[in-house]
């Protein structure tokens, strides 16, 4: 595998379900990133992992809680999630530690639909 | 805080014409730009960016682009566009010293033959 992969690619779950997304970098990177992106709308970062250690929440609610078990994964664990967060979500990282002028390397993302 | 308008949300060019994306920000000093490029059910690839210097920047794929400051605008250009060119392309803003990166919404490509 290279790049950044992201398991699963396609998840639909009702809103009491509790599931997980993965993440991956085969890159050596120290900083992941989750964003959210909805259609026609901006990217939303919602967490940036800086070995490990979490730079950044930006407000999200507590029925998504990132895990980040070392500096190549990174998990979402999602809990009675509400039909607003169906949304496609992307993983990202990146070689230094997190900061904006990093390139970031993207995955395919995992496209959620909450029932 | 740092903010960033793509004014257009779907472009269509015939293949063999040139594009040009338009990307507006907001930002107090000169920020960090960045076009980010996504194809049908893939990640984001990154096109190319801007930190200082040079205001022409070249990059991937034959891509340009330009930050002028007094516009305060950093616009993509592409002289001859090829069908594989067909993506969403999205402009970036990010202050120095900060972790955080806003993208704009996106502007759709379609090229027809």
């Known amino acids: 595998e290279t790049g950044v992969t992201q398991t699963p690619r396609h998840l639909v779950m009702g809103m009491t379900n509790k599931k997980s997304l993965k993440c991956e970098q085969h890159?050596?990177?120290?900083?992941m990133y989750w964003y959210k992106q909805s259609a026609k709308k901006p990217l939303e970062l919602m967490f940036v992992?800086?070995?490990?250690?979490?730079?950044e929440n930006n407000s999200v609610p507590s029925r998504f809680s990132p895990e980040c078990p070392n500096s190549s994964h990174l998990f979402l664990h999602l809990h009675t999630l509400q039909p607003e967060d169906s949304a496609l979500y992307l993983c990202?990282?990146?070689?230094?530690?997190?900061?904006?002028?990093?390139?970031?390397?993207f995955g395919p993302g995992t496209r959620l639909l909450v029932l | 805080a740092q903010s960033v308008t793509q004014p257009d949300i779907h472009i269509t060019v015939s293949e063999g014409a040139s594009l040009e994306l338009r990307c507006n920000y907001s930002?107090?000093?000169?920020?960090?730009l960045f076009w980010y490029v996504q194809s049908p059910g893939q990640g984001l690839q990154l096109l190319l960016k801007?930190?200082?210097?040079?205001?022409l920047v070249q990059g991937i794929k034959g891509f340009e682009a330009e930050f002028k400051r007094s516009q305060s605008s950093f616009n993509l250009r592409k002289p001859s566009v090829h069908w594989s060119d067909a993506a969403e392309y999205f402009c970036?803003?990010?202050?120095?010293?900060?972790?955080?990166?806003?993208f704009g919404a996106g502007t759709t490509v379609t090229v027809r033959a």
């Open positions: 990202a990282s990146s070689q230094g530690n997190g900061r904006a002028r990093e390139t970031q390397y």
């Open positions: 890159l050596g990177h120290n900083a």
């Open positions: 992992y800086n070995f490990k250690e979490q730079t």
């Open positions: 930002y107090g000093a000169t920020p960090y």
């Open positions: 801007y930190f200082s210097g040079d205001t």
């Open positions: 970036a803003v990010g202050a120095p010293n900060d972790y955080k990166l806003s």
